[in-house]
């Protein structure tokens, strides 16, 4: 079988976790004796090439970005000249490799990717990563568990903005007004490409939750639905070399680590974070909490919480790698994190959230320990649990490791996607 991927980042440009998913999908697949290629737009880099094996079609786009975690302007990839563009470089990546399917892996590729598969006559697929075809902020599922049944645009200005604006982006009443224009658009953006979700082939989720989430919403086209987990990097050997060596060249203390990865947000739970962290320090003043990711730091400021910002991955491996445990305090439904994956790659144990995909990733007291969203308190009792037991970060950290590897494995997962390939050929 030939697949198309049609995705808005791959490496070497990795803004977020879909680039390294993707990636290791990709070279799933071709150990399994399939054919893949990627089309994606090129920010800088050579208009076509094999990474790690897997050909690479870059077509001309006018952002250039440095290699690594930077990120275009959301206005790029949600006008009619990024849908034709991504539409013409998938036919013609089709005419040279030939296609069998199409998969759009991200929201905003989904619109090139439907008129080229159309054109070309072959089905069409789409991942569902995030929200952003409900709503562009979707902050309703900070304390709710689905969207609201009267979700909608007026709602959205009324009630949704409001707060959104307040936490996210401050005062200056002419920037709240442009950003309230872009919400409207990126609404607008999200129901047009919903009538194009209605109409594709299959729609592969990458956690039971955010299915189950955009069901309920009315959004997703649930008879042609299929679950497939992103897959979890290979098995790490801890490195031999001195600890307090190792922490030292990144600027860290031979102390207990306590490691956050991910966005300084509310949704992915960062002031509860910096909670939990006040709470344990109280008890226990000699650990080392560290946070690796992009983000205003807010209520960080004053607090033994150490910011080191977005790290290239090599970096943040070698974090998992010293980290005692690792916190995924996520508030809304994170539909299925990679950190919960590569976590366990390392044999770390998590402690994580009774909400979204973590449920799936995480068995609470067999892999990890998990408490509700917005419970510092909780959060912090169960990062003293696991800094005072040894035994217990072991064994779950080992138990994490073989489960991962078991239950999200690429033969099972590489099945289940070309499962769903097929019966949309059919």
């Known amino acids: 079988m030939k697949i198309l991927f049609a995705t808005e980042y791959y490496q070497p440009f990795t803004p977020g976790g879909t680039p390294w998913s993707l990636s290791l999908l990709a070279r799933e697949l071709r150990r399994r004796g399939e054919e893949v290629a ?100 979707t902050t309703c599922l900070l304390s709710r568990s689905h969207v609201p049944e009267d979700c909608g645009s007026l709602k959205l200005q009324r009630e949704c903005a409001a707060f959104f604006l307040d936490r996210y982006i401050g005062g200056g009443r002419l920037r709240r007004l442009r950003v309230r224009a872009s919400l409207a658009l990126l609404y607008l953006d999200a129901r047009l490409k919903g009538a194009l979700v209605r109409r594709v082939d299959g729609v592969v989720g990458v956690s039971r939750s955010i299915l189950d989430i955009y069901g309920r919403a009315g959004r997703a086209p649930m008879d042609r639905a299929h679950v497939v987990y992103n897959l979890p990097p290979p098995a790490r050997t801890p490195s031999p070399a ?107 144990p998590v402690v994580g959230t009774r909400i979204g995909g973590t449920p799936e990733a995480v068995e609470d007291k067999v892999t990890g320990l998990l408490v509700e969203r917005n419970g510092p308190q909780a959060l912090a009792q169960a990062i003293v649990d696991l800094l005072g037991d040894e035994a217990l970060r072991r064994t779950l950290g080992q138990t994490a490791a073989e489960v991962v590897a078991r239950k999200f494995g690429p033969d099972g997962v590489i099945d289940q996607l070309l499962a769903a390939y097929r019966t949309a050929a059919r």
């Open 38 to 137: 990627v089309v994606t737009p090129n920010y800088g880099a050579a208009p076509s090439e094999d990474v790690d094996g897997v050909p690479v079609f870059r077509f001309p786009f006018w952002r250039k970005l440095a290699p690594g975690q930077a990120l275009a302007p959301v206005r790029d990839h949600v006008n009619p000249v990024f849908h034709l563009l991504m539409a013409r470089a998938v036919v013609a990546a089709a005419r040279r490799f030939g296609c069998d399917v199409v998969h759009a892996q991200e929201k905003h590729a989904l619109a090139g990717a439907f008129l080229a598969s159309r054109y070309l006559r072959r089905p069409v697929f789409l991942s569902l990563r995030d929200f952003g075809l409900i709503c562009p902020i």
């Open 242 to 348: 001195n600890r307090r060596h190792r922490l030292a060249n990144l600027g860290l203390p031979d102390r207990p680590l306590v490691l956050y990865v991910g966005k300084l947000s509310l949704g992915k739970g960062f002031p509860v974070f910096v909670e939990a962290a006040r709470a344990v320090l109280e008890r226990m003043p000699e650990v080392c909490f560290v946070a690796a990711g992009a983000g205003a730091p807010g209520p960080a400021a004053g607090t033994p919480v150490r910011l080191l910002g977005s790290r290239p991955h090599a970096e943040v491996e070698r974090l998992y790698d010293l980290a005692d445990v690792v916190v995924h305090p996520a508030v809304w439904p994170e539909p299925f994190s990679r950190v919960l994956l590569e976590a366990a790659a390392f044999a770390k």
